[in-house]
């Protein structure tokens, strides 16, 4: 047993090596376990919301779109309603008799106001279950306002975020294919799963331009509602983050005989990777030459820096969480281009291919989990000795307190990690955190002068007398904190 | 005060935030939420953006299966994995609004599990009520607040110690100023909830399951034979854990407004020296001719600044009355809660100021508009609005999510409102034009 503190957890943590049978995932997150997922509602959420001049409308009550307003780091290149928080804010009235007439009447109203091209609503919970027709409500709109009013399904106990992904992917499909208009540009191409975090997109765009490609859409980094509309005006579709657009991908190519590549911008073997691809793909030797001068003009000149970040890192270990396997896969490579060992990895939403790949590429030795919580990730990061932890803000603060250094890979960080340059910001985001002089402070002052310590002693069950209270003030100025009920303190002390 | 349909940009949160802010603040308390998995994950991110510190919230992670066939199950079992996994003296279990829309009977489905489960029977578990839909974030606050002390509070001896219930959420440093104030006087007193130590844990390379801290249960059980109750916080809000002391135990209450503000800080002072006979130590005489000497400072800057204040109603009502007394002028004065009491209060302190509640950012920014509003006072979610009508914003209150030490932040006492004295004035001269250099010397 690598850790053991849930029953009915033992088959989602494996060490590479050391068990035959495949690593279990896919189920539902285990009650008081605290799992680090979200909902299907946050699934959804986290692919619309970088589409940036549509207007998000969450029906439910305020606190689904409180916690979820401007969360994501996904930049914009000019609207910016999507950092706006749209919400009906549901009261006790509406769950009794119903919220469509104020959904209804929030749509004409933020119509009215705003004017955007379209609307995406997103059900929570309470409309699953009071049983809300948005799909009506959004026809209706749609006919009365003259724009896409886009029900995106995701009741936030319907699954996990897999299945607000999926919600998510089937918004789009309504607006993808409802603009006509083709670019004279043969050599055209669409993002998938690539939200423009602290800016990626624009580290990796101009590479694609400068091949004389022209992306008809991210999706949905720093997109516009028209480019949906024509991204299946597009020849190929690169799928980056495999969880959330696969499923989009494959019903483009169903219905659109588009093809899709999984590529990754993180790295600089899988941007390389990624450039090679589409010049493969269009079959331009020209393309392909200019593929190779960018590869080798832009290793040139990042090579020096990383090799500097390198030299300070290389050898250190480090853990990876995610939220999906694609960027945990490519993690693993942009670690070894770091010369450092991965000794832990986890998803929290990985499927048995994911982890299949996952064990293929990393070493003997490595735990990988499936779903992990708090005290999970923290038994394992002490076990296997991590020196870096990259993973959400949930996790930050965990490792921190272990005093292991961090790395945010996930909506929140502020600095670009994709595409050449981008990987010089990682390496020295992983380098600066690693060698802070911070972890090497003393952890505890040594003192010479012995501490009163009548105070600490005290029995936490024992009521505070009057005489108790001048010795916690002597306590408390020789910088103690008072006890406020020692380790064997019952619950209630007259129970 | 009619609705609109649409909220846009909120100033409010849902009602198990509030409890979660009770929760932590009692010793090895366990949050817990009945419903799906987000809403744990969710508020778990908020709060860790926010105080910076890991924040575990267990949730019973309904499904599409709870969600018909009704919860128990899953609720137990979770119940079970906290007290396995995590040890907790006590689990707080806050509904959500899936749980209570399906019907679950959360209170009964805890006894069931509390005779099932041997191990249940050393931990309290204590259901509180918080339907998301019903209030905001401050009731849902007070709701866990009452609850704790009705689970708990046992009548035994008299113990002459004095109950000092926090209703309304402030900083970890906030409480520990209440903390140190009480120890010095030499008063006893049962702080409730503590936050101080939970939501800001000193680093030591350990992280245990439970966060140090927090009121010890047997202190809540002993909230029943206390001499007295205050509770800070509590100007317009139901009073909640006080009343209940009193109508039960005979505890005899005094609801007052946060101690935020020359004015509200005597009030408290003077309160407490009443119910103790016992005279506010010197240092903090002294801290309050310190607060006055650092308005007199700042008095001509902050002189007719008219600003925009928003947030928590306790709050809120603490700085437009310590705006009044620096000579500022409240113009809006905004809380998400529906709340006619503060209301009420607000317009009475501030008689010229737009007073605005169930108010958004959108309304908020509609009124900025109208008015020359030269500064803005409340949490960060106003960030938004401040930059696009290019207003200074100084940062009060929960949430704060884009700068450090919202932990540290104190606005409490004599020693709190010299810093929001300074934090105001400072905010203001940082955003003229000009730079610093015109009020460097005394001609300002």
């Known amino acids: ?495 | 005060m009619l609705r609109s349909s649409a909220t846009i940009n909120p100033c409010s949160m849902c009602m198990p935030m509030g409890s979660v802010l009770v929760f932590r603040g009692i010793d090895s308390c366990m949050p817990f939420f009945h419903g799906s998995q987000g809403c744990s994950t969710y508020m778990r991110l908020y709060l860790a953006h926010h105080f910076r510190e890991p924040v575990d919230i267990a949730s019973s992670a309904l499904s599409e299966k709870g969600a018909v066939y009704g919860g128990a199950a899953n609720l137990k079992q979770g119940l079970k994995n906290v007290i396995e996994g995590y040890g907790p003296k006590a689990i707080g279990i806050a509904t959500t609004c899936l749980a209570e829309t399906i019907g679950d009977d959360v209170p009964q489905i805890v006894r069931e599990f509390q005779a099932e489960e041997p191990l249940a029977r050393k931990v309290i578990l204590f259901p509180v009520s918080t339907p998301s839909y019903s209030a905001s974030h401050e009731v849902g606050y007070r709701v866990a607040l009452k609850v704790a002390v009705q689970t708990m509070a046992k009548k035994s001896v008299q113990s002459g110690r004095i109950n000092l219930l926090v209703g309304s959420i402030i900083s970890p440093a906030d409480i520990r100023y209440l903390r140190r104030l009480f120890a010095y006087w030499e008063i006893d007193v049962i702080l409730l909830p503590d936050i101080s130590e939970t939501f800001d844990a000193p680093l030591t390379g350990d992280l245990p399951r439970m966060p140090a801290g927090g009121t010890p249960l047997c202190d809540i059980a002993d909230t029943a034979n206390s001499r007295a109750t205050v509770t800070l916080g509590t100007s317009v809000q139901e009073p909640g854990a006080g009343d209940y002391l009193e109508k039960e135990f005979g505890v005899a209450h005094t609801p007052l407004p946060l101690p935020v503000g020359l004015e509200f800080t005597d009030l408290f002072a003077g309160k407490i020296e009443e119910l103790t006979g016992l005279p506010l130590p010197k240092d903090y005489e002294t801290e309050r001719g310190r607060l006055l000497d650092a308005m007199v400072d700042a008095h001509k800057l902050l002189a007719d600044v008219s600003t925009a204040v928003y947030g928590d109603t306790e709050i809120v009502l603490g700085l437009i009355s310590l705006m009044k007394e620096l000579g500022m002028k409240p113009r809006i004065v905004a809380t998400g809660a529906a709340n006619p009491a503060f209301a009420e209060a607000a317009q009475k302190l501030a008689p010229n100021a737009k007073v605005m509640m169930e108010a958004d950012f959108s309304e908020i920014e509609h009124e900025v508009k109208a008015r020359e509003i030269e500064l803005m006072v409340g949490p960060f979610t106003g960030r938004r609005t401040a930059r696009k009508r290019r207003i200074p914003l100084f940062r009060v209150g929960f949430p704060n999510h884009d700068r450090f030490g919202a932990s540290r932040q104190l606005i409490l006492g004599y020693e709190g409102a010299m810093r929001l004295v300074d934090g105001m004035a400072n905010t203001i001269i940082e955003n003229r034009d000009g730079s610093t250099e015109a009020y460097r010397g005394g001609s300002e």
């Open chain 1, 1 to 495: 047993m690598i850790v053991k503190i849930f029953e009915g957890r033992d088959g989602h943590i494996q060490e590479k090596g050391s068990s035959a049978l495949p690593l279990a995932c896919g189920n539902e997150s285990l009650a008081g376990a605290v799992s680090q997922r979200a909902c299907v509602y946050s699934g959804a959420r986290v692919v619309l919301n970088p589409l940036t001049d549509a207007l998000h409308l969450v029906h439910g009550p305020v606190g689904c779109a409180s916690y979820t307003w401007d969360i994501r780091g996904s930049s914009s290149s000019g609207p910016d309603l999507y950092r706006n928080s749209f919400s009906t804010d549901m009261k006790e009235i509406d769950v009794v008799f119903g919220g469509e007439k104020r959904l209804a009447s929030a749509l004409r109203a933020l119509a009215s106001q705003f004017h955007p091209p379209a609307i995406f609503v997103y059900s929570t919970c309470i409309v699953g279950v009071i049983g809300d027709d948005i799909v009506a409500i959004c026809k209706k709109a749609e006919a009365e306002i003259g724009i896409p009013v886009i029900p995106v399904k995701s009741e936030g106990f319907r699954g996990n975020k897999n299945e607000g992904y999926k919600a998510a992917c089937n918004a789009l499909l309504r607006l993808i294919g409802t603009d006509d208009c083709v670019s004279k540009n043969p050599f055209r191409i669409n993002l998938l799963g690539e939200y423009n975090v602290a800016g990626d997109l624009w580290c990796v765009k101009p590479l694609f331009e400068e091949m004389g490609i022209e992306v008809v859409a991210a999706l949905t980094g720093d997109a516009r509602v028209a480019d949906i509309q024509r991204a299946h005006t597009a020849r190929l579709n690169l799928v980056q983050c495999s969880g959330s657009m696969t499923y989009l991908a494959k019903r483009m190519e169903e219905r659109y005989g588009i093809p899709y590549k999984r590529i990754s911008f993180f790295g600089l073997g899988d941007m390389s990777d990624a450039l090679r691809t589409v010049a493969e793909f269009f079959g331009s030797d020209g393309m392909m030459s200019k593929a190779e001068e960018i590869i080798r003009r832009e290793t040139a000149r990042v090579g020096p820096k990383i090799d500097h970040h390198r030299s300070r890192v290389s050898g250190k270990k480090a853990a990876i969480y995610m939220g999906g396997a694609a960027k945990a896969v490519s993690l693993v490579r942009a670690f070894q281009e770091l010369g450092m060992d991965v000794v832990i990895i986890g998803t929290q939403t990985g499927d048995r291919d994911d982890y299949q790949k996952i064990a293929y590429i990393v070493r003997e030795g490595t735990v990988i989990v499936d779903d992990a919580n708090p005290l999970e990730l923290k038994e394992l990061l002490i076990r296997q000795n991590a020196d870096l932890l990259v993973a959400g803000v949930k996790e930050r603060f965990l490792a921190y307190k272990l005093g292991i250094a961090f790395c945010d890979f996930n909506h929140d960080r502020t600095t670009s990690f994709e595409g050449f340059d981008g990987m010089v910001n990682f390496a020295r985001e992983v380098d600066i955190s690693i060698n802070s002089p911070v972890w090497r402070l003393p952890k505890k002052r040594t003192c010479r002068i012995k501490r009163r310590t009548e105070a600490q002693e005290a029995p936490g069950e024992e009521l505070a007398a009057p005489s108790e209270t001048a010795s916690r003030v002597q306590a408390m100025a020789a910088g103690d904190a008072i006890a406020s009920g020692g380790e064997d303190a019952p619950q209630l002390c007259d129970n």
